[in-house]
T-cell receptor, first 114, second 114 residues
Framework: DQQVKQNSPSLSVQEGRISILNCDYT??????FLWYKKYPAEGPTFLIS?????DKNEDGRFTVFLNKSAKHLSLHIVPSQPGDSAVYFC?????????????FGEGTQLTVNP | GAVVSQHPSWVICKSGTSVKIECRSL??????MFWYRQFPKQSLMLMAT?????????EQGVEKDKFLINHASLTLSTLTVTSAHPEDSSFYIC??????????FGPGTRLTVT
């Protein structure tokens, strides 16, 4: 049962334009959502998170939007830069789980072309 | 920031042998660490939650006798793949929890079993 899904395995955008990465979830009990960025042969690095009680969180070029009614979140990167090319994972946490267990989506490979 | 290291970064072993992977939190103490496995073009699959001073909690379908986890100190957790087989070849990533939400990931270990 895939509770967190990223339906687009890849996305290609031009440098300077907006990148929009999408994520859907099924578990309405998730209370936090996180986005991680991963380069090949490296561990994921944290980008940005959002609480389920909010609908937007912004940090520099990165903005995460949450639509609880649609069980959908998205990560906007603007302007996109070639260095943003990586795999992006969304992750979600269910409250009360021991050790803050996260459930990850399958990832989306973002390629930003110069 | 919080730094997590893994050793080795890659290892090749023969079928039937055991391999130990170390995960260290370098500049903070982590009572909880997590072990993930990632197959090519797939999501991070949580294998187990490692708690300092107690037994690890394994996810459904993960053989605890095959994947031995020890979390003997607040800065070190180890994963031992016992009697490794080619199907155990994968990318293994650990993370350490800071606070109640954020996880900082190690760089991963590429295991190849021949």
């Amino acid at each position: 049962d895939q509770q967190v899904k990223q339906n687009s395995p890849s996305l290609s955008v031009q440098e300077g334009r907006i990148s929009i990465l999408n994520c859907d979830y099924t578990n309405s009990m998730f209370d936090y959502f996180l986005w991680y960025k991963k380069y090949p042969a490296e561990g994921p690095t944290f980008l940005i998170s959002i609480s389920s009680i909010k609908d937007k969180n912004e940090d520099g070029r990165f903005t995460v939007f949450l639509n609880k009614s649609a069980k959908h979140l998205s990560l906007h990167i603007v302007p996109s830069q070639p260095g943003d090319s990586a795999v992006y994972f969304c992750a979600a946490r269910a409250p009360g789980t021991s050790g803050s267990r996260l459930t990850f989506g399958e990832g989306t490979q973002l390629t930003v072309n110069p | 920031g919080a730094v997590v290291s893994q050793h080795p970064s890659w290892v090749i072993c023969k079928s039937g042998t055991s391999v130990k992977i170390e995960c260290r939190s370098l500049d903070f103490q982590a009572t909880t660490m997590f072990w993930y496995r990632q197959f090519p073009k797939q999501s991070l699959m949580l294998m187990a939650t490692s708690n300092e001073g107690s037994k690890a909690t394994y996810e459904q379908g993960v053989e605890k006798d095959k994947f031995l986890i020890n979390h003997a100190s607040l800065t070190l957790s180890t994963l031992t793949v016992t009697s490794a087989h080619p199907e155990d070849s994968s990318f293994y990533i650990c993370s350490a929890r800071v606070g109640t939400l954020r996880q900082y990931f190690g760089p991963g270990t590429r295991l190849t079993v021949t």
